[in-house]
């Protein structure tokens, strides 16, 4: 039986060890879990890849507003631009922006999303898996991996530190969101465990002390944005790791740093909207225009 595995350390000894890819050992170890086959496992991966491409089906092209009304159209006003001029970094680079903000959008009108590892930051693993297959022509069995692989990589942190917003800033959300996307982009164009470690790594480096301040208290501003910016953020992880590039900080204690952060980080930066964007001149205004609007109502 494989033993529970709560470090990216104890992972890579195992992969190696086992000559196993991390897709390989986590499937096992959650048909172990779940007292399961591996298929099982695999059936249950795939059925939650399908719920993100509906998702993004739905979300490419409803322009539904959300309650607040403040997002909610911003997918195909993207979608739209792009089918005049196309983006500087080409057609890939528009399916990861247009799926994310698409499964954000699905996630404000209470559409169902699959939460990975949040509601908040649900849009930013499957643009990535379903974008880049979809451009690279990379087959289902190939996303299923990948999914599991990002599914290691939440799991394994949530060993060190909460994965809400309200307890660890977005950094545990989006930033673990893109942290996910990184290592499941390294593992669908072959990448080692090694490589993979180190795309974590060098994604949540860079999203240290992202706070979560959401204005209005409501997962939209700035959540639904930032679901395609931290994207292209595990892009860039992806791109230095399979290079060869390392983090000089290993995973473990980038992680480590990312739980301490969260809990220096103020209680008003914590969801609470207390503080940072959501006690901005404009927010206090959105927030005061929808208490009047709903007064009575909630
Ligand atoms: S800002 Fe807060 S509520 Fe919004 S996605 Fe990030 S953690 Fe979630």
Redesign the pocket.
Known sequence: MIKDIRTFSDLLEICTNENKTICEVFELQEANFQEISVEQVRLRVKKALDAMKNAIEIGLTSKEKSISGQCGDDCVRLKERYSKKHAIFGECFEKITTYALATSEENLRMGKIVACP?A??CGIVPSVIIGISEEYKFDENTQIDALITAGAVATIVSYKMSLA?AVG??Q???GVASAMAAAAVTQMFGGSVKQILNAVALCLKNILGLT???VAGL?EI??VK?NPFLAINSITAFEFAISDIESKIPTDEVVDAMAQIGELMSPTLK?SSQAGLAKTKTAVEIDKKLKDKYKGKI
Request: aromatic fraction near 0%; hydrophobic fraction near 10%.
């Open positions: 949040t908040g930051s917003g800033g977005c545990a959300e989006c979560c301040d959401p997962v700035p959540c930032r969801e």
